[in-house]
Nanobody
Framework: QVHLVESGGGSVHPGGSLRLSCAAS????????MAWYRQAPGKERELVAT???????NVEDSVKGRFAISGDIAKNTVYLSMNNLRPEDAAVYYC?????????WGQGTQVTVSS
């Protein structure tokens, strides 16, 4: 069983920065992948970035060059660094851990971007 807890959301002006954290309880291994998704009101949940603790990482084109994903397996934590935030980045951001038998999700953390 894994429990995911996100933190770091908040309200910023356009151009601002935030760093989200997702801490996982339970055992995380180098074969695990974790991801960040986001969901804006009235829109479907979309993938933002993925990281494998064995070394692979990727961010989606919509945020490439502004967002970065990183992880610390010793802390069972994955981070999402978000720079040059835009109003269209406003959403609830969710942490995800896929396993063979189920998907684990955090409760989400709100990111608001407005002037």
């Amino acid at each position: 069983q894994v429990h995911l807890v996100e933190s770091g959301g908040g309200s910023v002006h356009p151009g601002g920065s935030l760093r989200l954290s997702c801490a996982a309880s339970g055992t995380i291994s180098s074969t695990d992948s974790m991801a960040w998704y986001r969901q804006a009101p009235g829109k479907e949940r979309e993938l933002v970035a993925t990281l494998n603790f064995g070394g692979y990482s990727n961010v989606e084109d919509s945020v490439k060059g502004r967002f970065a994903i990183s992880g610390d397996i010793a802390k069972n934590t994955v981070y999402l660094s978000m720079n040059n935030l835009r109003p269209e980045d406003a959403a609830v951001y969710y942490c995800n851990l896929p396993r063979w038998d189920r998907q684990y999700w955090g409760q989400g953390t709100q990111v608001t971007v407005s002037s």
